[in-house]
């Protein structure tokens, strides 16, 4: 059997131009990464890995570290919490209702289909226990369901809240539960009209006071037109006694997963740029997110270079725009973020785990896996050092996507594994 | 003496079958519709206008790829081999080409289909309008497609 490694549907190589060659010599990560000439052939480089299952494979962790998987066949593992006692709740389901406004969204999401799971969408949460603290999570068991694609999660006191595509619900939690005991409470409407990026990530400040909710463009650069964009590319503070709401940092196209930096108290953010300006544009990122900051969506990008696309222009926007803090590499699709806060040990001690997902928008694929960027006094301070890898096998198929990377105090990473539908638990040998 | 005149060797009357005359014809407000959709776009930077274009030039492709089999059927019978007819393939390809390349264009996000996606749409709705009074011309209607 000689079925191609990678799924190349649209590649036609002579009308675009080169790419991956010349990867060697750009700077990828980091603060200042290359920002080669924006180009774009007649065709989208689409390349999607094609899926096959682990089989016996396991992810590759470093040295020192095992890794198991603590819960299979899942309904869509985006994103987990880990509960005071121990257990994980795990937020499964597939959002978004865009419709097909040109011929090309009708192709492009055909093609880009298959390289997900082809599981239905959970709408639920799932509980997993480890009763005896033995790495294995032999009770699992559904918290809650009839959700609307929920992602974001955040436990503060009694209080769980969970972010579904179209609200921010409110249940409550007492220690030990292992089944919502009623229907939760709308706390607030989350903007949701159309949700081309439908994720809604969220974590909450240290004093429990507000929370910070992720809202994704309502397209990759305008196409959907400005209208659409209305509440969108930004990140909403919410309140939690009241559920007012006041629109954070805006300019962050799709802002896919938040966390508190536990020294600092400031809010990180990873971003996942905009497409189809070429294999090395725009580098996704990990920043600081400043109160009030712009961040460039959809005018320019990394900073302030014009992204031409956008009609009309508004350069007193492009001035205004924050360049990012971190580059982690185009099109890789970070969609998960924690800090490490000295629970896994060793070199992995202090800095940021970050989930990602994978490219589509790119001949040599980017991403699919979870990297680690070592911080120094709450700012980056290195290249990403890869954590979990294998998630390509050696034919170039995808055996897994990570997506949600949580930090176990006990001292571990909780990977949620959307493709294989997988729990990974990555722990610090002893 | 009266002398019979065989019309057919005077001026190249072909065959224009109503399917074919219909496919052909359908190019040209789908072909123009798309051209003045991209104009609405340039000057207003509302998007719907440049999603219509979008389906515009699709389905002219695809009125033009209809209506390009049966002018390449058309090559093999007898009347085919004027130059008018083989001059009326050679357009339509052309538009159909052009199209494709029209369409490809069109799938940019926003402002990356300006300006190119107008000037094509302006050359393909004049070669589509060409082609069309090119086999219009040397019809003869009814008959076999």
């Known amino acids: 059997m000689t079925r191609p490694g990678l799924l190349s549907v649209l590649t036609l190589s002579i009308l675009l131009t080169a ?80 419709s097909a406004l040109r011929p090309k969204h009708v192709i492009a999401g055909y093609i880009k289909a298959q390289g997900n799971t082809s599981v239905k969408s959970g709408n639920r949460l799932t509980l997993l226990r480890d009763s005896d603290g033995d790495g294995t999570y032999e009770q699992q068991g559904i918290f809650a369901e009839d959700l609307n694609a929920p992602y974001g999660l955040a436990l503060i006191g009694d209080d769980l809240y969970v972010a579904n595509q179209d609200a921010l619900v409110r249940f409550d939690y007492e220690e030990g539960q292992t089944r919502a ?104 990122y990990l920043t600081s997110v400043r109160e009030g900051g712009f961040y460039g969506w959809p005018y320019s990008y990394w900073g302030q270079n014009v992204d031409h696309r956008v009609r009309p222009q508004d350069p007193d926007k492009v001035a205004a725009s924050i360049t990012p803090d971190y580059s982690l590499g185009s099109h890789v699709a970070p969609l998960g973020v924690d800090f490490a806060d000295g629970k896994l040990g060793g070199a992995f001690a202090d800095g940021a785990f970050v989930g990602q997902h994978g490219s589509w928008n790119r001949k040599d694929l980017a991403g699919y896996k979870v990297v680690f960027i070592p911080f120094n006094d709450g700012q980056p301070a290195g290249d990403p050092v890869d954590f979990a890898t294998g998630f390509i096998d050696d034919e170039g198929k995808a055996r897994g996507r990570p997506v949600g990377v949580t930090v176990d105090p006990e001292g571990a990473l909780i990977i949620a594994d959307d493709l294989s539908n997988t729990i990974w638990r990555v722990t610090q040998e002893r | ?67 390009l089999l049966c002018g390449i059927s058309g090559l093999f019978r007898a009347e085919g081999h004027s130059g008018r007819s083989k001059l009326y393939v050679v357009l339509l390809l052309l538009t159909w080409v052009l199209g494709f390349i029209n369409s490809l264009v069109h799938a940019r996000d926003a402002w990356a289909t300006m300006p190119s996606g107008l000037i094509l749409s302006v050359i393909v709705a004049l070669l589509a309008s060409i082609a069309t009074a090119v086999r219009f011309s040397a019809r003869r209607t009814g008959g076999a497609l």
């Open chain 1, 181 to 284: 005991s009623a229907a939760p409470e709308t706390l607030t409407e989350l903007p949701s009209a159309i949700n081309h990026h439908w994720t809604k990530a969220m974590t909450a400040s240290e004093d429990g006071d507000y929370l910070y909710v992720g809202i994704g463009s309502n397209s990759n650069i305008t196409e959907r037109g400005m209208e659409a964009e209305v509440d969108r590319a930004v990140i909403w503070q919410v309140q939690t006694d009241t559920g007012a709401h006041k629109t954070y940092a805006s300019g962050v196209r799709n802002p896919t997963a938040l966390a508190m930096h536990p020294d600092t108290g400031s809010l990180w953010a990873v971003v996942n740029e905009r497409d189809e300006l070429g294999p090395n544009l725009t580098p996704d």
């Open chain 2, 1 to 67: 003496m009266t002398a019979t005149v065989d019309r057919s060797h005077q001026t190249p009357q072909m065959t224009l079958s109503p399917l074919h005359a219909v496919l052909l014809a359908g190019t040209i407000p789908l072909f123009l519709g798309a051209l003045l959709s991209d104009i609405a776009y340039f000057q207003t930077y509302q998007i719907q206008w440049v999603n219509f274009s979008s389906w515009l030039v699709a389905g002219g492709l695809v009125f033009t790829a209809l209506a």
């Open chain 1, 19 to 98: 790419c991956g060659a010349d990867d060697d010599a750009m700077v990828l990560y980091g603060p200042d990464p290359t920002l080669p000439e924006p180009s774009r052939g007649l065709l989208p480089n689409m390349t999607i890995a094609k899926p096959t299952g682990w089989g016996d494979e396991l992810p590759t962790v470093p040295e020192g570290y095992s890794v198991s998987a603590i819960a299979t066949d899942l309904l869509i593992p985006r994103q987990t919490l880990v509960l005071p006692n121990g257990d994980i709740l795990v937020a499964e389901g597939r959002g978004g209702n865009a």
